[in-house]
């Protein structure tokens, strides 16, 4: 069975930086893309940046220059390195993946991991 481990949120006030990581286990044959989404209060949850398994990196327009996204793919893990973090950053950010099993190809979402900016 498949999960994904989400873990480095936290608080941090405006203009600082937070790293979170994402960690695939399991009966892992390949992994395709990963990414990170994000889901604000009152808000839909929204791609913030993915990562092909050849390392090609795409970025929602509101985070271009302050975040980067890189994965290990000896360690099937993900990370989103956010610097300049501002208050609309505050969300819960979710980890995603495709993920090829002897079961065949899907996606799968971690559990979410909080992540809170102050002014």
């Known amino acids: 069975q498949v999960q994904l481990a989400e873990s480095g949120g936290g608080l941090v006030q405006a203009g600082e930086s937070l790293r979170v990581s994402c960690a695939a286990s399991?009966?892992?044959?390949?992994?395709?893309?990963m990414g990170w989404y994000r889901q604000g209060p009152g808000k839909e949850r929204e791609s913030v940046a993915t990562?092909?398994?050849?390392?090609?990196?795409n970025y929602t327009d509101s985070v271009k220059g302050r975040f980067t996204i890189s994965r290990d793919n000896a360690k099937n893990t993900v990370y989103l390195q956010m610097n300049n973090l501002k208050p609309e950053d505050t969300a819960v950010y979710y980890c995603n993946a495709i993920i090829t099993t002897f079961s065949g190809r899907r996606t799968y979402w971690g559990q979410g991991t909080q992540v809170t900016v102050s002014s």
């Open positions: 399991g009966f892992i044959i390949s992994i395709r893309s």
């Open positions: 990562i092909s398994s050849g390392g090609s990196a």
